[in-house]
């Protein structure tokens, strides 16, 4: 079942260990501004998907992130989001991955679930049928088979 969450709020995600970030809703307009941002559009057509990846987390992130907590400079003097702090964060890899895991998949989720079959509730092979007959009904084979010659 879809759960609308009808108060759009800003919400606060962990990232790593004391990194703490207030995020807009992922919204429908907050995507499509994201895909026609110049940063993406700009990324060449033989780019790998990594790099496609990389361009557009960070231009999602620019226009997501509305504060922060645990962020410093190199003195350990905590900075305010401004677009080149929001990609130098997302520069650090176990940041990067968790903004990924925690804010966009959780939206792209819903895009993927309408262009495949849905999951068992049971597992992913729960409610398929056997399509291979049975080659010994009574049950498993009996004895042990003999090992292959080396040549």
């Known amino acids: 079942m879809l759960t609308l969450d009808l108060t759009n709020a800003p919400r606060w995600h962990d990232l790593a260990s004391g990194v703490q970030v207030l995020l807009r809703p992922l919204t429908t307009a907050l995507m499509v501004a994201t895909r026609s941002d110049p940063a993406v559009e700009e990324v060449p057509d033989e780019a ?6 990389v361009a557009f987390a ?5 226009r997501a992130v509305l ?9 350990g003097n905590a900075i305010e989001p401004s677009p080149e702090t929001i990609d130098a964060l997302l520069d650090v890899w176990p940041i990067f991955e968790a903004f ?4 966009v998949s959780k939206g792209l989720l819903l895009e993927q679930e309408k262009n495949a079959s849905a999951l068992s ?3 992913p ?3 398929a049928n056997d399509t291979a007959r049975v080659a ?6 009996q004895g042990t088979a003999k090992t292959a010659p080396r040549g």
């Open 100 to 103: 990924q895991l925690t804010y």
């Open 67 to 75: 504060a922060w907590e645990g962020v410093g400079d190199a003195d």
């Open 136 to 141: 010994n009904p009574a049950g498993p084979a």
């Open 121 to 123: 509730p049971t597992g």
């Open 125 to 127: 092979s729960a409610g």
């Open 58 to 62: 960070k231009a999602l992130a620019r």
């Open 48 to 53: 790998s998907d990594e790099e496609r990846a």
